[in-house]
T-cell receptor, first 114, second 115 residues
């Protein structure tokens, strides 16, 4: 089964600094990968997705992620953090052997300091 | 309409109560999901409906009973819950078409507290 690992449960960044959230996947077949964001007391919102069309994926709110097969990674970046980026971020992979099952990483809490 | 709605937003119930959570989408999606999310944890899949039929049950206790009355609605019936069932319950929907990558759209959730 496919899985994802998020490195770092908490990340603190200064406003205006680079945001880098790490996600590594394990999959024997080309995966479908997602980054979701969850603001306090809200549901999950899709930031971006990789479905093999392009390795550099641009999402909403200035985020992007690069799929690197050689490193089995799908790291999320944003060049300049904004206070509104403070939230929980989840990397997820679709289980290809059981369609409909999203396997989430443990999540990374992002704190943005002025 | 690209929204998944859930009602109620908050629910407090006793261990002997019966209540229901409701989820609705009008995006034409034929797959709908229930997740349970505890604080500081990722969502855990509970049930998946595909074309209004239950396709995945992740060994959820029988005190949770899902229902999909039509392609737009998903209910979760609750009975004799335990305090440890207190959590955020999320509904999601998606296309069934594998070519679209299985992107799921989430609702805002129902915050459930069991006393």
């Amino acid at each position: 089964a496919q899985s994802v690992t998020q490195l770092g449960s908490h990340v603190s960044v200064s406003e205006g600094a680079l945001v880098l959230l790490r996600c590594n996947y394990s999959s024997s077949v080309p995966p479908y990968l997602f980054w979701y964001v969850q603001y306090p007391n809200q549901g999950l919102q899709l930031l971006l997705k990789y479905t093999s069309a392009a390795t550099l994926v641009k999402g909403i709110n200035g985020f992007e992620a690069e799929f690197k097969k050689s490193e089995t990674s799908f790291h999320l970046t944003k060049p300049s953090a904004h206070m509104s980026d403070a939230a929980e971020y989840f990397c997820a992979v679709v289980q290809t052997d059981s369609w409909g099952k999203l396997q989430f990483g443990a999540g990374t809490q992002v704190v943005v300091t002025p | 309409d690209t929204e998944v709605t859930q009602t109620p937003k908050h629910l407090v119930m006793g261990m002997t109560n019966k209540k229901s959570l409701k989820c609705e989408q009008h995006m034409g999606h034929r797959a709908m999901y229930w997740y349970k999310q505890k604080a500081k944890k990722p969502p855990e899949l509970m049930f998946v409906y595909s074309y209004e039929k239950l396709s995945i049950n992740e060994s959820v206790p029988s005190r949770f009973s899902p229902e999909c009355p039509n392609s737009s609605l998903l209910n979760l019936h609750l009975h004799a819950l335990q305090p440890e069932d207190s959590a955020l319950y999320l509904c999601a929907s998606s296309q069934v078409d594998r070519e679209r990558g299985g992107e799921q759209f989430f609702g805002p959730g129902t915050r459930l507290t069991v006393l």
